[in-house]
């Protein structure tokens, strides 16, 4: 049985951010939202920016407001944030320049200089990750070409979370799962893929000391107690500092025949494995090997994801058009189904900008019926996402041997209804929703498993399942759907 205790978990997305206050009592999990906190890019002279001294401040609030509600009696404090970017600091602990948002454009084209100095395959078979050219490999390379002032003068470089852990507690210090995401990380040594970087020029004594999840970094620091006037010997702890690994912890699964969606701005999908799995195959189906929690490897494929939605419906806003999410799902439900579809993971979707219109473009570009309204917009979008799933899906089965069944999917993209649905339908397997909040979950839990209070990832998942409610979509195949996949497979995939 699990040992009670009260943990803070920060969880900051591209969004938003929150404070979550996890109670855990006689085996069951209460999470209770006591901050939350826009969190959006900055633009600075043309270049995107996170705005951290606000997200920090933010986090201060939340902590003060968690002292205050468990009179100090905190068992652990953890952050978790999105993957790739980070903080540059210098001998002296001061930040660099303003960390900047995976979003920017100075990536782009990066990635194919790299490759004039290490080729693709060569990066893939050390790093196991997938090609994104917001990966921070191609950032940092980005910035050797620019002379970069602040890499120049860097001492440390700090991933976002490890960023936030040291101006919590002073340490300096890079936990696995985020460490990953970089694609500086060589997963079969064990550490930093130093030989690679050095070919690159990428200075490497910026590089940390990693630390696994579950790990004490420290205790809050004393200038933070005296400024909260609390806290006083209260731990900061490692959860699964990227989003998704705190996210794949809380998948309320039983054995190792599924797989999982972690369904947000971005749709991760994969499955946990003892070891990275690296080859050929992997590397022609863009698959990465990110770290996970207990040991393991979140063997994935990032895709596009709600971002897609998120931008539609910014673009209307700015325009005067005011609507929810839960309308334009609505919208879409009423449109007829599978009549243009998208690649979701095309270039033209990573930036911000005229989203509806972007989509409009892609399906006049490829023949397709061009979606007029914003229902039938967000319908093609939506489609499209569970044939990228069904893609992925079908990969994984070829990958591994075995089919994966059922597919577990958490986070917030589980309150779409019409796409949980859609995915089973589309992948002719069963899905299983839930939890939304599985990251702060996921964060909550390995700081208990880190903390002694819960024994086992094992443990981890049969809390989940006891205190949070599941929904399951059972799949209903339609001619449609296998039409859309064939020209999905034709068209899109090659």
């Known amino acids: 049985m699990a040992k009670d205790g009260k943990f803070l978990a920060f969880d900051l997305g591209a969004e938003s951010g929150r404070a979550l206050l996890g109670i855990i009592k006689s085996g069951r999990l209460e999470l209770h939202e006591i901050h939350r906190f826009p969190n959006g890019p900055i633009t600075i002279l043309g270049g995107m920016h996170w705005n951290v001294l606000r997200q920090f401040q933010d986090i201060k609030q939340g902590l003060k407001l968690a002292l205050q509600e468990t009179d100090g009696k905190l068992d652990g404090i953890g952050?978790?944030?999105?993957?790739?970017?980070?903080?540059?600091?210098?001998?002296?602990?001061?930040?660099?320049?303003?960390?900047?948002?995976?979003?920017?454009?100075?990536?782009?084209?990066?990635?194919?200089?790299?490759?004039?100095?290490?080729?693709w395959e060569e990066v893939f078979e050390r790093t196991g990750i997938q090609l994104m050219q917001l990966n921070t490999l191609y950032q940092l390379y980005a910035m050797v070409k620019s002379n970069s002032t602040a890499l120049k003068h860097a001492s440390t470089l700090l991933m976002m979370p490890d960023l936030f852990n040291y101006w919590l507690t002073g340490e300096k210090v890079s936990e696995f799962t985020i460490a990953t995401t970089s694609q500086c990380y060589d997963p079969r040594r064990g550490n930093w893929a130093v030989d690679m970087l050095d070919k690159l020029g990428i200075p490497t004594h910026i590089f940390p000391r990693i630390i696994p999840p579950g790990t004490t970094v420290g205790n809050l620091h004393e200038s933070l107690t005296a400024e909260l006037g609390g806290g006083y010997g209260v731990p900061v702890i490692a959860p699964g500092c990227h989003d998704t690994a705190s996210a794949v912890a809380s998948v309320p699964a039983v054995g190792?025949?599924?797989?999982?969606?972690?369904?947000?701005?971005?749709?991760?999908?994969?499955?946990?494995?003892?070891?990275?799995?690296?080859?050929?195959?992997?590397?022609?189906?863009?698959?990465?090997?990110?770290?996970?929690?207990?040991?393991?490897?979140?063997?994935?494929?990032?895709?596009?994801?709600?971002?897609?939605?998120?931008?539609?419906?910014?673009?209307?806003?700015?325009?005067?058009?005011?609507?929810?999410?839960?309308?334009?799902?609505?919208?879409?439900?009423?449109?007829?189904?599978?009549?243009?579809?998208?690649?979701?993971?095309?270039?033209?979707?990573?930036?911000?900008g005229d989203m509806p219109q972007r989509i409009k473009d892609f399906c006049r570009n490829?023949?397709?019926?061009?979606?007029?309204?914003?229902?039938?917009?967000?319908?093609?979008?939506?489609?499209?996402?569970?044939?990228?799933?069904?893609?992925?899906?079908?990969?994984?089965?070829?990958?591994?041997?075995?089919?994966?069944?059922?597919?577990?999917?958490?986070?917030?993209?589980?309150?779409?209804?019409?796409?949980?649905?859609?995915?089973?339908?589309?992948?002719?397997?069963?899905?299983?929703?839930?939890?939304?909040?599985?990251t702060a979950i996921g964060n909550v839990l390995v700081q208990a498993m880190g903390s002694g209070h819960v024994a086992s990832l094992e443990e981890v998942r049969e809390i989940v399942r006891n205190s949070f409610e599941l929904k399951t979509y059972y799949p209903q195949p339609s001619s449609a759907s296998e039409k859309a996949y064939a020209a999905f497979r034709q068209i899109i995939c090659g």
């Open 79 to 119: 952050v978790d944030t999105w993957g790739v970017d980070f903080g540059l600091l210098g001998e002296d602990g001061e930040l660099l320049g303003i960390p900047y948002h995976y979003r920017d454009s100075r990536t782009d084209g990066v990635p194919d200089e790299v490759f004039k100095i290490v080729p």
């Open 256 to 352: 190792t025949d599924h797989a999982y969606l972690s369904s947000g701005t971005w749709s991760l999908m994969g499955v946990e494995l003892k070891e990275p799995f690296i080859n050929e195959k992997s590397r022609s189906k863009n698959f990465t090997n990110e770290g996970g929690v207990a040991g393991t490897f979140r063997f994935l494929r990032n895709i596009m994801g709600l971002w897609i939605v998120q931008e539609c419906r910014r673009t209307w806003l700015n325009a005067g058009e005011e609507v929810s999410y839960a309308e334009l799902t609505e919208m879409a439900r009423e449109c007829e189904g599978f009549v243009s579809i998208i690649d979701p993971d095309a270039s033209v979707f990573l930036s911000p």
């Open 366 to 438: 490829t023949g397709q019926k061009v979606p007029a309204t914003k229902g039938e917009v967000i319908r093609c979008a939506l489609d499209s996402l569970a044939l990228r799933y069904r893609a992925t899906v079908e990969n994984l089965d070829e990958m591994l041997g075995k089919r994966h069944d059922p597919i577990h999917i958490v986070g917030g993209g589980t309150q779409n209804t019409l796409l949980s649905q859609l995915t089973a339908d589309v992948t002719g397997r069963t899905v299983v929703a839930g939890p939304v909040e599985a």
